[in-house]
């Protein structure tokens, strides 16, 4: 066979691969918790301690003032680009419908992907805002742009230290760090869960091309929600499936048990465990365009978060006003 034949049996069998919606979401939160255990094996205790932590606060919240409880949080982003092409040094206008996105989605925005009629569905008043601040107290429009000579990252931290090829942390108790390059392995992206890691590597990744809704990205993986699930964890949240059996359950009595992620875009009624799948939920596997709902549970959980171990966020003036 010649070598032009191949190249474009090749070309039909990936674009083949893509239109099949063979494309499935892989989050490497489980990876990355394997690869923090093997320096640190009190890593699943320390997660469990933390939930234990936001779930006493969760339940706190629930004795809180509507007032209270409707206080909108800003948490401080810095958006690290990691990048080797082009394509993958994202533009402002891509960061910024990323940032716009996770605003949606965490708030439930009416006429905006993000909104829903579920009863269950909250608005988190968790709200995100790029850095104006850096942590030497210089103005900054919040982005840091590394060249990287890497083809391409792992869940093993790597793109977060400079001496491995990506972008240093900024103080992770005042900043979201969210690092964006290119991933190996299908991988979407990966976050760190609350209290497991080192402060040198809490935050969030992204896959260049899943990040924002325009730009560089690549569908069905196109519209931000890849930041969304990956947040989520960052807040303390488990898969909705709880990476488990039927028994196994995520924490939260308001999502429905299931034993395993959903893909593409499904439909109702989807049983699993004598449940309708909740498949919209942010924290499954869905494609973008099939997500839509962080429950109140998972909303209080979060704010749970934001009360214990990621409290230092909320504590200084990020914005300089
Ligand atoms: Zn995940």
Redesign the pocket.
């Known amino acids: 066979m010649s070598f032009r034949l191949l190249s474009v049996l090749m070309l039909v069998l990936s674009v083949s691969v893509f239109a099949d919606g063979e494309a499935k979401r892989s989050?490497g939160?489980d990876q990355h918790l394997q690869h923090l255990s093997t320096m640190d094996s009190t890593v699943y205790a320390r997660m469990e301690q933390s939930e234990k932590e936001a779930m006493r606060h969760q339940r706190f919240r629930s004795f809180m003032s509507l007032e209270q409880r409707q206080q909108v949080r800003t948490i401080p982003v810095v958006v690290h680009v990691v990048y080797r092409n082009e394509s993958q040094n994202i533009s402002q206008k891509q960061i910024d419908s990323q940032i716009r996105i996770i605003n949606e989605d965490f708030r439930k925005k009416q006429g905006s992907k993000g909104h829903n009629n579920n009863p269950l569905g909250a608005d988190t008043f968790i709200e995100f805002r790029l850095a104006t601040v850096d942590p030497n107290g210089n103005a900054t429009n919040g982005i840091t742009r590394t060249r990287t000579n890497r083809s391409s990252f792992g869940a093993d931290d790597a793109i977060k230290s400079s001496s491995r090829g990506g972008q240093d942390a900024w103080d992770s108790t005042r900043y979201l760090n969210l690092w964006v390059g290119n991933l190996s392995g299908g991988l979407l992206g990966?976050?760190q869960f609350p209290d497991t890691g080192s402060a040198s590597t809490d935050g969030v990744v992204c896959l260049y091309s899943a990040f924002g809704d325009t730009g560089s990205v690549r569908a069905p993986f196109d519209l931000g929600r890849t930041t969304t699930?990956?947040i989520g964890?960052w807040l303390g949240l488990r898969?909705i499936w709880g990476d488990g059996s039927c028994s196994v359950d995520d924490g939260f009595s308001d999502t429905p048990r299931s034993d395993s992620p959903n893909f593409g875009k499904p439909s109702h009624p989807l049983l699993k465990c004598n449940n309708d799948n909740m498949f919209e939920n942010y924290?499954d596997y869905t494609d973008d365009g099939a997500m839509n709902i962080f429950t109140m549970q998972q909303s209080d959980r979060m704010n749970g978060v934001l009360d214990t171990s990621r409290s230092d966020l909320l504590g200084w003036n990020a914005f300089g006003n």
Do not use: D, K, P
Request: hydrophobic letters at 35%; glycine letters at 0%; proline letters at 0%.
């Open positions: 989050c939160m990966y976050a699930h990956e964890h898969h924290m």
